[in-house]
């Protein structure tokens, strides 16, 4: 446990399938159980609840659904990350890449990225998972 006056790791938790019942949505969420045990806050960021569009490169910012802007905010603030995706024909799914493509949109920003963050990944999905 960390000390009272330090604040939790900030860790952003992104996954899931486009499906309601999302078995990497909760495989994920299992993985996250004992995060707050570990001195970790957590932010699950599910790609059913994000439903963006396709990402297109021409829509601009102020275009783009509120929940990629909320993505974004969460992306700036998190210290830590976690991708979980859904094994679809022995890959990560498209849903889960689209998210991930959908963050382009403020490539090069400070904070925008991953870049100097931890960043686990995770699969759910017979033997192949290990290629996503």
């Given amino acids: 446990m960390l000390p009272d006056h330090q604040p939790p790791t900030r860790l952003l938790a992104i996954g899931g399938s486009a499906r309601a019942t999302s078995r990497s949505l909760q495989a994920m969420?299992?993985?996250?159980?004992?995060?707050?045990?570990?001195?970790?806050?957590?932010?699950i960021a599910s790609v059913h609840d994000l439903a963006l569009?396709?990402?297109?490169?021409?829509v601009p910012l102020g275009e783009q659904p509120e929940t990629l802007k909320r993505l974004i905010q969460?992306?700036?603030?998190?210290?830590?990350?976690?991708?979980?995706?859904p094994t679809y024909y022995g890959s990560m799914s498209g849903a889960i890449?689209?998210?991930l493509d959908s963050l382009h949109i403020v490539?090069?920003?400070?904070?925008?990225?991953?870049?100097?963050?931890?960043?686990?990944?995770?699969?759910?999905?017979?033997?192949?998972a290990i290629n996503v």
């Fill in 107 to 128: 490539q090069g920003q400070p904070g925008s990225s991953f870049a100097g963050k931890p960043v686990a990944l995770a699969a759910y999905g017979g033997p192949t």
């Fill in 53 to 58: 569009p396709v990402y297109n490169e021409d």
């Fill in 74 to 85: 969460q992306v700036r603030e998190a210290d830590a990350f976690l991708i979980c995706s």
């Fill in 97 to 99: 890449k689209n998210v």
């Fill in 29 to 43: 969420r299992a993985i996250l159980a004992t995060a707050p045990d570990h001195g970790l806050g957590v932010e």
